[in-house]
């Protein structure tokens, strides 16, 4: 945090949604750490010089005097003829591209915001270790400051691998972050017994596409405040195990796992350590950072990666990426347990739907939630109830005659959080279907948890060819997961943050699991979710269920889709917007003429009105005055046109970005002490 404002640093590609050279760092800021906007990007590469084809990770820290300093690794391209001249032979990795370590400093260091940022173009750190045979060398990450522990010394991990031995961490000092002859080599933080490269490795790192500042000290006995979930218990933590050590092995396909052990002196004991566990039990996250805010509370994020099917190839989306949303990270014993940051409970609003004491089983094996119709983002959590304006229902037996327990009052929301506790009865597995809104159901999923195994997965296309219902025996069913540290006899508890395409899953035992569903959206006027919470082969026992509906995270939706694609152009956003709204009160008024003719029943929002009538948008240009605005109108009917944030499965409840990481190398670790 800076100045009372989280700041959030991404991988970004302007132009695209498949991974490319000529990565920038997006930016975003909020005070309350639910609440975003983009702001123009923190930095782009420049031509001719150590970045000229991307700014790759790193991270961010505050400098002994009090600036905020960014560390990144630039590249470039050996086939890029103006790229400055390769490295001596001795420290060259014969990589298709060349890594410098990098820094950029706030062109006004009092903008709280922190909007403009002034690159350094000679390297802290020019070239890596002669001689090592390294993979890489790149993305670096601050994990101790000065003090008198450590010399006064700042310690900076970069992440690489050792050709024929497995990954590695290399460490290095300095007592100044931007004197460059202040820096030295100073071994390695650990080395891992992987095979001849980086990408099959046992210690191999990842910084991380949200540049944040690590978290590096902090300590928890128990779960935080106000983030009590059924199963985490606040009990006492193993001094064996106060260090998270944290890293994504190079492709992006392969999971995130982490150790906790104990780090001293530029080193981390990985011999003696818990692990290699899985930081997420689903299939996209990648990359994820850590931070501690003002408040002493250690914050990551991830990046949630796409897993669009064959249907959605290149060209048919305009979005690639988004962010996790917050999570706390805290100890309990021997384990890491991680839980949603309790702000996103302020995005609660509206109706609310509730019920408590439903029995699962019989001939009616699940539960409809009805009404939840245009729900885009929900917010699923098997767990408590919570105040508000909400319809009720309490001891209710599904099964025969009964059918289904219908939910009215949500129909029309977006967001939605709904919340719930199973108890154990005969069933095997209780869950949660999620069917799919495509023709031949592709994309719905089903998640699940077997009581027997302690699995918690989320299965995909379940779907009887013959019947086209639900079916765990279903021929094209894929599978992801993990176990839980579910005790017997003891409540699951779960919480689904369903937002759009965007599925993270809280456990009450602490893990996370997170995947993508692109289930589509339902028909307009439709008056079924498409969600119900289903008990297998028996009965089991819906103690409590709630859903809310869900704000939007974005404190300008539009106003990131004109985001300047170069620092200059700052100025021109609050323009921009300017005449956003402008072409916002021409087209209300136009709505209103056409209400009182009686051409049109309902109003449209801006953006459906621009895809679904580009007309209307042209005759708006003519009435604005200056060719600026002209040009931006068309710009608006161009991203209009597009289909932007239009197809049913962008996210409206995490911060989003067309982004994929680089190979990326470098490791969290931090201490919980």
Same mark, same amino acid.
């Given at each position: ?50 970045? !000229? ?68 173009? !000679? ?38 691998g050792i050709k024929e031995v497995g990954g590695a961490t290399i460490v290095y000092r300095t007592r100044t972050l931007r004197d460059a002859a202040s820096w030295r080599y100073d071994g390695l933080l650990c080395v891992g017994d992987g095979d001849s490269d980086c990408t099959s490795s046992s210690i191999n790192g990842s910084s991380s596409s949200s540049e944040l500042p690590y978290a590096l000290v902090n300590a928890w006995g128990g779960p935080p405040p106000g983030c009590s979930m059924a199963g985490v218990a606040a009990g006492s933590w193993d001094e064996r195990y106060s260090h998270f050590y944290s890293i994504s092995p190079d492709a992006c396909t392969n999971p995130t796992i982490y150790w906790l052990g104990r780090y001293s002196n530029g080193r981390f004991d990985l011999e003696n350590a818990k692990g290699p566990l899985r930081l997420d039990l689903g299939d996209t996250l990648y990359a994820p950072n850590v931070m501690r805010d003002d408040a002493g509370r250690v914050i990551l994020w991830g990046w949630l990666q796409e897993r669009r099917t064959e249907r959605r190839t290149v060209g048919t989306y305009d979005y690639a990426g988004c962010m996790t949303v917050p999570r706390l990270l805290h100890l309990d014993g021997d384990r890491l347990v991680q839980l949603p ?48 304006? !909400? ?13 289904? *327990? ?48 302690? *699995? *918690? ?26 176990? *839980? ?143 600026? !605005? ?44």
């Amino acid at each position: 945090m800076y100045k009372g404002q989280y700041h959030l640093f991404y991988q970004h590609l302007p132009e695209g949604c498949e991974w490319a050279f000529g990565l920038v760092w997006g930016h975003a800021v909020s005070r309350d750490l639910i609440h975003w906007e983009h702001l123009p990007h923190a930095m782009v590469p420049t031509a001719k010089s150590l970045d !000229a084809d991307g700014c790759f990770s790193g991270c961010a820290t505050i400098d002994t005097d009090g600036t905020p300093i960014l560390l990144y690794t630039g590249v470039r391209l050996r086939t890029n003829p103006d790229a400055q001249p390769p490295p001596p032979p001795e420290c060259d990795l014969n990589l298709p591209f060349i890594e410098s370590q990098l820094y950029a400093t706030p062109a006004d260091p009092d903008d709280p915001l922190l909007v403009s940022w002034v690159k350094e173009a !000679a390297p802290f750190i020019g070239v890596p270790p002669p001689n090592m045979n390294l993979t890489g060398w790149r993305d670096p990450f601050v994990v101790e400051r000065p003090c008198g522990a450590n010399d006064h010394e700042w310690v900076v991990l970069m992440g690489s691998g050792i050709k024929e031995v497995g990954g590695a961490t290399i460490v290095y000092r300095t007592r100044t972050l931007r004197d460059a002859a202040s820096w030295r080599y100073d071994g390695l933080l650990c080395v891992g017994d992987g095979d001849s490269d980086c990408t099959s490795s046992s210690i191999n790192g990842s910084s991380s596409s949200s540049e944040l500042p690590y978290a590096l000290v902090n300590a928890w006995g128990g779960p935080p405040p106000g983030c009590s979930m059924a199963g985490v218990a606040a009990g006492s933590w193993d001094e064996r195990y106060s260090h998270f050590y944290s890293i994504s092995p190079d492709a992006c396909t392969n999971p995130t796992i982490y150790w906790l052990g104990r780090y001293s002196n530029g080193r981390f004991d990985l011999e003696n350590a818990k692990g290699p566990l899985r930081l997420d039990l689903g299939d996209t996250l990648y990359a994820p950072n850590v931070m501690r805010d003002d408040a002493g509370r250690v914050i990551l994020w991830g990046w949630l990666q796409e897993r669009r099917t064959e249907r959605r190839t290149v060209g048919t989306y305009d979005y690639a990426g988004c962010m996790t949303v917050p999570r706390l990270l805290h100890l309990d014993g021997d384990r890491l347990v991680q839980l949603p940051a309790p702000e996103l409970l302020s995005l609660r609003q509206g109706e609310a739907w509730q019920a408590s004491h439903v029995q699962l089983g019989g001939p009616q094996a699940s539960l409809p939630v009805p009404g939840l119709v245009g729900s885009r983002c929900l917010d699923i959590e098997l767990l408590s109830l919570r105040q508000g304006e !909400a319809w009720q229902a309490s001891h209710v037996q599904l099964g025969g005659p009964q059918a289904s *327990l219908p939910v009215p009052g949500l129909v029309g929301s977006r967001c939605l959080d709904i919340e719930a506790v199973f108890s154990q009865g005969s069933a095997s597995t209780v869950g949660v279907l999620l069917r799919s809104w495509h023709q031949g159901g592709e994309g719905g999923a089903a998640v699940l948890f077997n009581w027997e195994s302690g *699995l *918690l997965e989320v299965v995909f296309e379940a779907l009887d060819p013959a019947t086209m219902s639900f079916s765990l025996t279903a021929p094209m069913a894929r599978r992801i997961g993990g176990p *839980l540290q579910q005790k017997p006899g003891q409540p699951l508890a779960l919480r689904l943050l369903l937002d759009a395409s965007c599925l993270e899953i809280f456990t009450g035992t602490g893990e996370v699991l997170s995947t993508r569903i692109y289930r589509g959206s339902p028909p307009h006027g439709h008056a079924d979710a498409g969600i119900e919470f289903v008990a297998l082969d028996g009965d089991a026992r819906l103690d409590r269920v709630a859903a809310y509906e869900m704000a939007s995270c974005i404190a300008a939706p539009h106003k990131r889709q004109w985001q300047p694609q170069q620092q200059q152009a700052a100025a021109a956003a609050g323009e921009v917007q300017d005449l956003f709204d402008e072409l916002a009160a021409l087209h209300q008024q136009d709505e209103q003429q056409q209400q009182q003719q009686q051409q049109q029943n309902a109003s449209l929002s801006l953006s459906s009105s621009l895809k679904a009538q580009p007309s209307l948008l042209l005759q708006q240009q003519q009435q604005l005055a200056s060719p600026r !605005a002209a040009e931006i109108a068309g710009k608006l009917q161009q991203l209009a046109l597009a289909g932007v944030g239009l197809d049913g499965e962008q996210q409206l409840l995490h911060v989003e970005h067309v982004a994929v990481p680089e190979e990326e190398l470098c490791a969290d670790i931090f201490d919980f002490e």
